[in-house]
């Protein structure tokens, strides 16, 4: 193919057949040998699309009209969810999500090279309105302050929503609650062109268990009009509330929030319960997003690492202290390394509110705390981690393979880094014991849990 003449051109409508759903959810129609992505596109439908972005590798394009529909395409009304990029499957049966995503892990695995046996995918009895917390931005109409959700390819542009669909519907009464009031008082709203403004997104938490809510006013500015006020008319209002605080986060890159925490009202956290575990929750806590598939999450990862009362655990990237906390009861031992030191505050505060006398959790870098504890005569007999999207680095697995843990439990969100660093773990003396597990974490989006345990061989 030339290098400078395309098979497509921008604006052309054009109709195929969809041949595969890749892991970022968008469906492939192939020109030749040139992929053609979009959303809303289900595996051996026939569409009708137009050509919206194009580059050497592939284009993009947008469903315009569906010519024979796939057996599990239903249609929900809610395309205004696909806009914004919150609900990408929102059209598609959930049964047929769950094997999707199935069948996407195992494309993962397979073009690592890797033979590994992958089971159903695990998914939820109510697969929506689960999220325990959200961040949306808000922007000024004309006079009316509106929330909602970036449009996709059109940074700076929010599509106002008042139904997000996945997140628990207490949360979007609150939003639009606070939005309102912001409203009324003429808050003004940061504007990235000319950097002025004050308010920057509205963050909500809730406790699934507890109910406690937590509002987070996240503003450009150390301040904002008349904030007193507003934490009393939020208090005055929203039932359950416990916690408003304003997140002061002056920042030019495009972060949600930083750590500079004020509390204008009630307290810096609420509470909720993880497997009998209680925990304290602040503004940047990393807490998991949907607390029923967190339940059957943990559960499983502590089924599939055999644990032993005799056992010492260690929990790498602990944050909060969720994973070691919820298994400190089927062990001897829990060891827990996390570099965020706020985090290892709230996971000590964690230990001492639950009361447990055989965990610990330290600030330090994981690989270097990791060999610290191995040259301290301390054997792991199983190693636990839950990493961010990007997944291990070369500095942990490395530890791993020296400490050589009988089971080295991984849980990630993101299958393609987990199947990166099962490679490199296979290539260093392990072996995948057992199935690679997905469950379904985010249902009616594209992402996908996956819970994987690797031995030492021989």
């Not at 301040?223 to 009393?232: H, V």
């Not at 029923?292 to 790498?316: G, H, N, P, R, S």
Request: net charge negative; charged share 20%.
């Amino acid at each position: 193919m030339s290098h400078t003449i395309m098979p497509v051109r921008l604006g052309q409508i054009l109709t195929g057949k969809v041949v595969e759903v890749l892991y970022n959810g968008f469906g492939v129609v192939m020109l030749n040998d040139y992929p053609i992505r979009m959303a809303n596109a289900f595996t051996d439908e026939t569409v009708k699309f137009e050509i919206t972005q194009v580059n050497r590798k592939f284009a993009r394009a947008e469903v315009v009209g569906i010519i024979d529909p796939s057996p599990d395409r239903v249609e929900m009304g809610k395309d205004y969810l696909l806009d914004v990029g919150i609900a990408p499957y929102v059209n598609l049966r959930y049964e047929a999500q769950l094997k999707l995503k199935q069948a996407q892990v195992k494309k993962i695995y397979e073009t690592a090279g890797i033979a590994a046996t992958i089971a159903p995918t695990i998914g939820m009895a109510h697969p929506i309105q689960y999220r325990n917390k959200t961040v949306v931005p808000i922007k000024y109409d004309g006079e009316k302050l509106v929330t909602g959700f970036i449009k996709r390819r059109t940074p700076g542009e929010i599509l106002p929503l008042t139904d997000y669909y996945v997140n628990d519907p207490v949360i979007d009464q609150t939003i639009a609650t606070v939005r309102n009031i912001l409203n009324q008082h003429q808050v003004t709203v940061f504007d990235d062109d000319t950097q002025q403004g004050a308010m920057r997104y509205i963050m909500v938490r809730r406790g699934y268990y507890s109910h406690e809510l937590m509002v987070v006013l996240v503003s450009q500015t150390a301040t904002i009009k008349d904030e007193a006020i507003i934490a009393q008319e939020i208090v005055a209002v929203v039932p359950g509330i416990h916690s408003v605080v304003l997140n002061h986060n002056p920042r030019s890159l495009h972060l949600l929030m930083s750590g500079n925490n004020r509390t204008l009202w009630g307290e810096d956290v609420i509470h909720d319960t993880l497997l009998g575990i209680e925990f304290e929750i602040g503004p940047n806590s990393f807490y998991q997003v949907n607390p029923q598939t967190t339940e059957v999450l943990y559960a499983l990862a502590a089924k599939k690492a055999e644990l032993k009362l005799t056992d010492t655990v260690i929990d790498a990237y602990s944050g909060i202290g969720t994973i070691g906390l919820t298994v400190a009861n089927q062990v001897k031992q829990v060891l827990g390394v996390e570099v965020i030191e706020r985090a290892v505050i709230d996971a000590q505060k964690n230990v001492a509110n639950n009361h447990v006398e055989n965990a610990s959790f330290i600030t330090a870098d994981a690989p270097e705390q990791m060999r610290k504890w191995q040259q301290s005569g301390i054997k792991a007999d199983v190693i636990f981690v839950d990493p961010p999207r990007r997944g291990l680095t070369n500095e942990l697995l490395d530890a791993v393979t020296e400490i050589r843990p009988k089971r080295f439990v991984y849980v990630s969100c993101n299958p393609e880094t987990m199947a990166r660093d099962a490679k490199y773990l296979i290539e260093k003396g392990f072996h995948i014991k057992g199935d690679v597990q997905p469950l379904d974490q985010f249902p009616q989006t594209a992402h996908v849990e996956v819970v994987t345990v690797f031995e030492p061989n021989n």
